[in-house]
């Protein structure tokens, strides 16, 4: 028997564990015929306008109790800004009138663009670094134990380090900007990345993998025709967690001296203790993650359409 480690090579006993699951139909290529083994009874349609809008009744009962505790004196000002103020702020911070900026303060009129674009572009750059890392580590942690064995207990520990602590050898490592932002995007996206990736190989049915050799899938294409496709659900459930949280350091990565960024815009309006200003950064990165998820299921939907049937 070939070592289950040489190049290219899954481990011949397959994933550190399958799930059980009846043996599928597999085409006369060799790729196995993954729908078979899906449950019909799953939906893989759209949702339809109504319970769309039923997403709409919580935000609008949030915003109600909002507006209310504000109006009535509920709560302070001081604590709490009115939604009116909030509104009056993202309009300066979209279309509202340039205004002259102090030395070493970070603009905030007329600057949702160019902080929207800085804060997209580096986390853009670090979730690619870590998502090209991340899959081929969780493939190899799935299909090869002799991989699992040596990088395994390294990994765990290390992505048990809270974000935060990554900070100050960041900036110590890659200096203050760009670099050391970055970076943190890349440790944050990595992460769920490789665990999800790593779980949902382990996961084939081992009946499927048998199939696909009985037809004459060569070993070697064994990962591209049969664990890839199989494992992709699981894959895209890493790559939405591991994006949303590589959005939500890019405040944290702003942190370390950036003069734009809808996170040092934050910082900014922290140290003046305007409320309503951080409120409108905390929309934007709400809004901006909600759509990124949505456009990568969207993206994904064609790919993994079989495991919704």
Excluded: C, K
Aim: proline residues 8%; hydrophobic residues 50%.
């Amino acid at each position: 028997m070939a070592d289950p480690d040489q190049a290219g090579q899954p481990d011949p006993e397959g994933p550190t564990s399958h799930a059980p699951a009846e043996g599928p139909e597999a085409t006369g290529t060799g790729h196995v015929a993954l729908v078979a083994a899906i449950p019909a009874e799953r939906s893989g349609r759209r949702r339809s306008w109504p319970r769309r809008l039923l997403g709409l009744v919580v935000p609008a009962a949030v915003l109600s109790v909002w507006w209310a505790a504000t109006r009535f004196g509920w709560v302070s000002s001081l604590v709490l800004p009115q939604p009116g103020d909030v509104l009056t702020s993202a309009h300066d911070f979209v279309i509202g009138p340039s205004v002259r900026q102090l030395p070493g303060t970070v603009a905030f009129n007329r600057a949702f663009v160019p902080d929207l674009v800085a804060s997209l572009h580096r986390w853009a750059l670090g979730a690619a670094v870590g998502v090209g890392v991340a899959l081929p580590l969780g493939m190899a942690l799935g299909l090869s134990r002799r991989a699992e064995d040596l990088l395994d207990p390294l990994f765990q520990g290390l992505r048990s380090v809270p974000i935060f602590a990554w900070l100050p050898l960041s900036v110590i490592w890659f200096g203050i900007g760009e670099g050391s932002a970055r970076f943190l995007v890349f440790v944050a996206v990595s992460a769920p990345v490789a665990v999800a990736t790593a779980d949902a190989v382990r996961q084939v049915p081992r009946a499927w993998v048998e199939s696909a050799r009985m037809l004459g899938t060569p070993r070697r294409a064994l990962a591209a025709r049969v664990y890839v496709p199989a494992a992709l659900p699981g894959i895209v459930t890493g790559l939405r967690l591991g994006l949303t949280l590589g959005w939500m350091t890019v405040i944290v990565a702003e942190l370390t001296g950036a003069s734009d960024g809808v996170g040092a815009m934050m910082a900014g309006a922290r140290e003046t203790g305007r409320l309503d200003q951080i409120m409108v950064g905390m929309v934007v990165f709400a809004v901006v993650g909600l759509y990124a998820d949505i456009a990568l299921r969207a993206v994904a939907r064609p790919f993994v359409a079989w495991s919704r049937r």
